[in-house]
């Protein structure tokens, strides 16, 4: 492999001069601030809500690099994983050129952003067992391939890809890998932030979503090299990081005990829901999973579904994904939920 990042960044974005605010450009210590056109005399919520946020999130990615064992040069915090997915296809993908290749069944952002980017998407899809193929996604790279996207634990089959075929792409693909870790703190694999100082192409997205609890917050994370984290942060918007987000999170990392035991429990709880619904008639079979819900293949998942909609229990149908026909993804809830759903299951009877 020969990787060299200035040959994948855009010839605009190279070119492109970024927004700088005043505050980012001083170092020193100040004491009146007349430089953002802010209310100076306040807000109605908290005094200080009236100043625009910390455009880069120091103390933020301080926090999170401690924990994360990263430098927080070598981080990028988006609006939510999808503003990062979004961020990597404009920063490297010219429109109607390049392409990016995903491996269905996956998550559906990159494919959407991708789109709205007018950036093709090829399409290499998983073996049966939902594993990469090596072979096809070789196939599949062409000189214009910028970006490879890989979802693991994967969504929505909930199964880690295997992690030396992951290496093996990084290690012969001169594109950039983008690893996306939204589900890793439910499953025993190691995630590959250890590898970044290995692997220059590497890309890492992580999320406040799933473990953390904190979906409402919309806060994602990509840890890549400090020269992929320059380019991107040329290009995402001044201050995408609210200052009740920043906040709010930096008191969430203060309680790490308290979220290590939301995964052990969800963990311990997503077993008891695998052996509830393998004693099920209408359950054929769930599949392997390391994320906080069960893929599992029904008679019928559709009317099933539909079914369990008209009881107020919400799952997710995925009948039309490729390799997940008649399959429903469900999320892994309080032992008080699953009782009812699975008590909603057995009462079930086929028309």
């Known amino acids: 492999m020969s990787f060299d990042l200035n040959n994948l960044i855009r010839e605009n974005i190279k070119n492109l001069k970024p927004y700088s605010s005043a505050r980012s450009e001083f170092s020193g210590t100040a004491k009146i601030f007349l430089d953002a056109n802010e209310n100076s005399f306040g807000s109605p919520l908290m005094k200080w809500y009236n100043r625009y946020p910390d455009p880069l999130q120091w103390e933020l990615k301080k926090k999170i690099g401690a924990i994360k064992k990263v430098e927080a040069e070598n981080m990028l915090l988006g ?27 996956t998550y559906g952002m990159y ?26 996604l070789e196939e599949a790279v ?37 690893v996306d870790e ?13 590898e970044l100082k290995d692997y220059p192409n590497l890309v890492v997205m992580q999320t406040f979503s799933k473990a953390w609890g904190l979906a409402a917050l919309r806060l994602g994370m990509i840890f890549a ?25 930096l008191k969430a990392l203060d309680n790490l005990q308290d979220v290590n035991k939301m995964i052990q429990e969800t963990v311990k709880e997503r077993d008891v829901l695998i ?25 019928n ?3 099933v579904y539909n079914y369990l909609k008209g009881k107020g229990i919400i799952v997710r149908n995925r009948s039309n994904v490729l390799l997940c026909e008649d399959s429903l993804r469900i999320t892994v809830g309080t032992p008080d939920q699953n009782t009812q759903l699975i008590d909603a299951l057995k009462d079930y009877k086929k028309d």
Not at 82 to 101: G, K, S, T, V
Not at 235 to 245: L, M
């Open 225 to 249: 090299s400090k020269e992929i984290v320059e380019v991107l942060n040329k290009i995402k918007p001044p201050y995408n990081i609210n200052q009740a987000t920043q906040e709010l999170a």
């Open 182 to 194: 939204a589900y890793i703190n439910y499953s025993r694999q190691r995630s590959f932030i250890t």
């Open 275 to 299: 052996t509830a619904l393998n004693s099920l008639p209408l359950v054929q079979k769930t599949f392997p999973t390391d994320a906080n819900f069960v893929l599992a293949k029904m008679d």
């Open 111 to 136: 494919e959407v952003y991708a789109n709205i980017n007018d950036v093709p998407v090829k399409e290499v899809p998983l073996t049966s067992p939902y594993q990469l193929n090596l072979e096809a």
């Open 79 to 105: 609006n939510g994983s999808d503003e990062c997915i979004d961020l990597l296809i404009r920063a490297f993908c010219n429109p109607q050129q390049d392409n990016i290749i995903i491996c269905p069944p």
């Open 142 to 178: 062409d000189g214009n391939t910028k970006l490879i996207f890989f979802c693991s634990p994967n969504n929505p089959t909930g199964n880690s890809l295997d992690r030396e075929d992951i290496e093996m792409v990084l290690n012969n693909f001169d594109g950039i890998v983008v």
């Open 301 to 303: 998942a559709t009317a």
